[in-house]
């Protein structure tokens, strides 16, 4: 119940096309959906979050879709650029908790 | 901006050696969490510290302890190190609210040979 799954585990996109990552969970308290980004030899940092009240969130490229039927959420890159090659996370949190339950990570790598 | 960072970018123990890895943090946060980071498995809670003196267990707190006795300062501690402790090692604090950003240091990559 407190898995969250990530799917896929390495992902190759061509400069300019979408990349797409998905995260599933089964504890339905969950109510804080964060990505974070990891480039080589860094922590990772917060990319974009969504609370299960919206089904979408855009930040510029980056767009979180949130589907709390099928307990889902997937992070989508628009026009891929080759400085988006990192590791992307997913995590999930409860309300009434400061800990972070994270996927076991995306390797998307862009080539121009 | 939020700076965490770690005392070594790299370490190489044997095993049975008693190992520290520090974290600090220049933002007065409350929250600060470690994680260890291993292909494949994702990021994985061992402690967090949401207070001085207090500490919490995460998801995978055998074999290690953690310190905390300035705020601004939370220690990693593995007794005797053991080989199967090779990993990544990540510290990360927030502000004292549920759901707040963690912000994360570079890593300790740590062998245990």
């Known amino acids: 119940q407190q898995q969250v799954k990530q799917s896929p585990q390495s992902l190759i996109v061509q400069k300019g096309g979408i990349s797409i990552i998905n995260c599933a969970y089964e504890?339905?308290?969950?109510?804080?959906f964060p990505w974070y980004q990891q480039f080589p030899g860094k922590g990772p940092a917060l990319l974009i979050a969504i609370r299960p009240d919206v089904s979408e969130k855009k930040e510029g490229r980056f767009t979180i879709s949130f589907n709390k039927s099928a307990k889902q959420f997937s992070l989508h890159i628009m026009d891929s650029q080759p400085g988006d090659s990192a590791t992307y996370f997913c995590a999930a949190s409860k309300g009434n908790t400061d800990k972070l339950i994270f996927g076991t990570g995306t390797r998307l790598q862009v080539f121009p | 901006d939020v700076k965490v960072t770690q005392s070594s970018r790299y370490l190489v123990k044997r095993t049975g050696e008693k190992v520290f890895l520090e974290c600090v943090q220049d933002?007065?946060?409350?929250?600060m969490f470690w994680y260890r980071q291993d292909p494949g498995l994702g990021l994985r809670l061992i402690y967090f510290?949401?207070?001085?003196?207090?500490?919490e267990k995460g998801d995978i707190p055998e074999g290690y302890s953690v310190s905390r006795e300035k705020k601004e300062r939370f220690s990693l501690i593995l007794e005797s190190a053991s080989t199967n402790q090779t990993s990544m090692y990540l510290c990360a604090s927030s502000r004292q609210a549920f759901q707040e950003t963690q912000y994360f240091g570079p890593g300790t990559r740590l062998l245990v040979l």
């Open positions: 504890n339905t308290a969950f109510d804080y």
């Open positions: 933002m007065d946060h409350e929250n």
């Open positions: 510290s949401y207070d001085v003196k207090m500490k």
